[in-house]
């Protein structure tokens, strides 16, 4: 299977906003959150990727198919780090491909430096991946924090990952 990591361009932005949709319906079984009168669950910070220059968005693609996205920003919610992994999200039929995991080392090559990633601890999957992933690219020298103070809307402390991306040697 053939991975790629591309740019969104702003024409795009309703493709990336409907599949952020299904992103959102996925992750209510964590923070049992409605949707809105219109059916919907909305990102209020979808504009801001194509007017403010702190924040990137791409697509992760699979053989040419769309298969989730990735938004990076530098607007940091626990602490003082280079890049802050807002959004990733890989559609359920490319999971466990080796799509994520190529995605993730791609966007620290783009971004190399020290990183925050924010998970719900309820998504095992997710905090399975994300520590596995912090561990692959800081080469074990990650830390992880509880903190509530970033709490789900279902009251859950957030998790958080720390680390400075180091190159990974192929094997």
């Not at 693609?61 to 530098?74: E, I, P, R, S, T």
């Not at 997710?126 to 992933?133: E, G, V, Y």
Request: hydrophobic share 40%; with cysteine; proline share 4%.
């Amino acid at each position: 299977m053939n991975f790629e990591l591309t740019t969104i361009k702003e024409y795009e932005k309703e493709i990336l906003r409907n599949l952020m949709e299904k992103y959102d319906y996925e992750f209510t079984q964590y923070t049992h959150e409605d949707v809105n009168p219109l059916g919907l669950y909305g990102y209020s910070w979808l504009d801001a990727y194509w007017r403010d220059p702190g924040r990137w968005a791409f697509f992760l693609k699979a053989d040419g198919n769309l298969a989730g996205f990735a938004l990076v920003n530098n607007y940091l919610e626990a602490g003082k780090t280079d890049y802050n992994m807002a959004e990733f999200f890989v559609m359920y039929k490319y999971r466990r491909c080796g799509l994520g995991s190529f995605a993730a080392a791609r966007l620290f090559g783009l971004f190399p430096g020290s990183w925050q990633i924010k998970y719900h601890p309820k998504n095992v999957p997710s905090a399975k991946f994300w520590n596995r992933i912090a561990e692959k690219h800081s080469q074990g020298g990650y830390r992880r924090e509880e903190r509530p103070d970033l709490a789900y809307p279902d009251g859950s402390a957030a998790q958080v990952l720390f680390f400075e991306t180091v190159k990974v040697v192929a094997t």
